[in-house]
């Protein structure tokens, strides 16, 4: 495996359903990051990790939860959703270094809330 | 806060032909980055190119250039030659830095490119 992978790829999940979004990076990187595109809006981030360690939470509401165990992994734990949270949700690292942003991307993951 | 605009939503090309997306932003940082991606219809974001805000030359890579004006805040991307696989959206970004000190990318509302044969 190469780049950033994502898992699953879609999703159908019921408002009382409990699922979670994996992503892995080959990469090296040690920032990873959490991305929400909805149709037609511009993509939100959601969260973002450095080292490990939870650097940003851009008041994201608490029905989803982000887990990262190691700078490789990076998860999206989903619980009580609503219809609105039905997005791509998409996974980014980063290699953090001063003047360098450049973001690789995973394929993303489609959700629907039913 | 950092801030991109792009003002068209849909464009057209014929194929070999070439193309000029649009993209402005607003920013206070004297340092900053600026991003192309490439969105196609299976959701990944695609890296395309990148200028630095002190780069006195355009980037170019391959077919695609970014015309980076920095005292009109524009950094458009040229797309030559084009092909049918460059249908897609695509999304400018700016590098910016969240409240807690994160680095983060601020993203534009995209363009959607439609190559036609």
């Known amino acids: 495996e190469t780049g950033v992978t994502q898992t699953p790829r879609h999703l159908v999940m019921g408002m009382t359903n409990k699922k979670s979004l994996k992503c892995e990076q080959h990469?090296?990187?040690?920032?990873m990051y959490w991305y929400k595109q909805s149709a037609k809006k511009p993509l939100e981030l959601m969260f973002v990790?450095?080292?490990?360690?939870?650097?940003e939470n851009n008041s994201v509401p608490s029905r989803f939860s982000p887990e990262c165990p190691n700078s490789s992994h990076l998860f999206l734990h989903l619980h009580t959703l609503q219809p609105e949270d039905s997005a791509l949700y998409l996974c980014?690292?980063?290699?953090?270094?001063?003047?360098?942003?450049?973001?690789?991307f995973g394929p993303g993951t489609r959700l629907t809330v039913t | 806060a950092q801030k991109i605009t792009q003002t068209q939503p849909g464009m057209f090309v014929q194929e070999k032909e070439a193309v000029t997306l649009d993209c402005t932003y607003d920013?206070?940082?004297?340092?900053?980055?600026l991003f192309w991606y490439k969105q196609p219809s299976s959701g990944e974001m695609i890296f395309l190119i990148y200028?630095?805000?002190?780069?006195?030359q355009n980037a170019t890579e391959g077919r695609y250039s970014l015309n980076f004006q920095k005292a009109r805040k524009s950094a458009n991307l040229v797309i030559s030659a084009s092909q049918l696989g460059d249908s897609a959206m695509y999304f400018c970004?700016?590098?910016?830095?969240?409240?807690?000190?994160?680095?983060?990318?601020?993203f534009g509302k995209g363009t959607k490119l439609t190559v036609n044969p």
């Open positions: 980014a690292s980063s290699q953090h270094v001063a003047g360098s942003y450049e973001q690789y």
């Open positions: 990469l090296g990187h040690n920032a």
């Open positions: 990790y450095n080292f490990k360690e939870q650097t």
């Open positions: 920013t206070s940082d004297q340092s900053y980055g």
């Open positions: 200028q630095g805000s002190y780069d006195e």
């Open positions: 970004a700016m590098s910016g830095i969240t409240q807690g000190g994160s680095e983060k990318l601020v």
